[in-house]
């Protein structure tokens, strides 16, 4: 199972949007809504951010939103702030059963 | 407040074994889904593995790169999660969380424990 397919880098000014893609295949992201976004911070544990492909745990601020079409997702950071400067990771489960990370992005407040 | 908390990690030589724990607390875990995530030195989160819950059939499934070397287990009277590494390889080099698995989510995540392997 190949990583899905992340931009390696995006980058905004503040109060701007920022959109990250993850792009998969007909077996994964394709196949199931059971697509989801983590942040991760410099030395910090990955931080649940979207799941099944749009859905806000609670205390998720309303800025990050998700969607997918086809084989491909994506995650929206809108009103950037410079604490949304961090590595982004998508996750889909596949058909095998089994789960799939992103290469990751690292997103980058200007 | 979920708490997971990893422990075990350390230095193995290439070819060697090591068994990871992680005890879980502020949920059930005897119906929890759980897996192992991993993260090497400056690179991104790979999926190792998951065990279903004993009421779901306790069954696992694995990553490629760990098929066959890994073993993940529960002990449910003890809320822990195991990871058995053995034959490890540098490449194994990683930092290694214990999450909680939702469906297709992984909602709650340990600190993590580092495992090198280095001769």
């Known amino acids: 199972q190949s990583a899905l397919t992340q931009p390696a880098s995006v980058s905004g000014s503040p109060g701007q949007s920022i959109t990250i893609s993850c792009t998969g295949t007909s077996s994964d992201v394709g196949a199931y809504n059971y697509v989801s976004w983590y942040q991760q911070h410099p030395g910090k544990v990955p931080k649940l951010m979207i799941y099944?492909?749009?859905n806000r745990p609670s205390g998720v601020s309303n800025r990050f939103s998700g969607s997918k079409s086809g084989n491909t997702a994506s995650l929206t950071i809108s009103g950037l702030q410079a604490e949304d400067e961090a590595d982004y990771y998508c996750?889909?489960?596949?058909?095998?059963?089994?789960?799939?990370f992103g290469t990751g992005t690292k997103a980058t407040v200007l | 407040e979920v708490q997971l908390v990893e422990s075990g990690g350390g230095l193995v030589k290439p070819g060697g074994s090591l068994r990871l724990s992680c005890a879980a607390s502020g949920f059930t875990f005897n119906t929890a889904w759980m897996s192992w995530v991993r993260q090497a030195p400056g690179k991104g989160l790979e999926w190792v593995g998951r065990?279903?819950?004993?009421?779901?059939?306790?069954?696992?499934e694995y990553g490629a790169p760990v098929k066959g070397r890994f073993t993940i287990s529960r002990d449910d009277s003890k809320n822990t999660l195991y990871l058995q590494m053995n034959s490890l390889k540098t490449e194994d080099t990683a930092v290694f969380y214990c999450?909680?698995?939702?469906?297709?989510?992984?909602?709650?995540w340990g600190q993590g424990t580092l495992v090198t392997v280095s001769s």
């Open positions: 999450t909680t698995i939702n469906w297709g989510r992984f909602d709650n």
């Open positions: 099944d492909v749009s």
């Open positions: 996750s889909s489960y596949t058909s095998s059963s089994s789960y799939v």
């Open positions: 065990i279903k819950s004993n009421t779901d059939g306790g069954t696992t």
